[in-house]
């Protein structure tokens, strides 16, 4: 993973689920252009799909950096449906969206 241009921040997230389904989570990790920690966050999403964990992790690391103010950001993650479904617009019926 390379690090980002100077003066951005590179956000890594991921969603995962155990446990057949019954234990959903999701974290990011937010750094600096020179690979230095700046926020991290991990949250229990209780019985959710892989999917929405994946979504999930992007929303609230990317609401957290809004708050925080940052605005120049490299999103790395490991779902391409996630990445496709944010390049070409999500459905109105995800389940994220009600979250």
Avoid: H
Wanted: some cysteine.
């Amino acid at each position: 993973m390379a690090p980002p241009y100077d003066d951005w921040i590179k956000l890594n997230c991921d969603g995962t689920v155990a446990n057949n389904g019954t234990k959903v989570g999701c974290g990011g990790i937010i750094r600096n252009s020179k690979g230095e920690y700046i926020l991290g966050f991990s949250m229990n999403l209780g019985g959710k799909s892989v999917i929405t964990a994946e979504f999930s992790a992007i929303y609230y690391s990317l609401k957290l950096l809004d708050e925080k103010g940052f605005s120049i950001i490299v999103v790395d993650t490991d779902s391409s449906e996630a990445l496709s479904n944010m390049q070409t617009g999500c459905v109105s019926n995800n389940p994220l969206w009600a979250t």
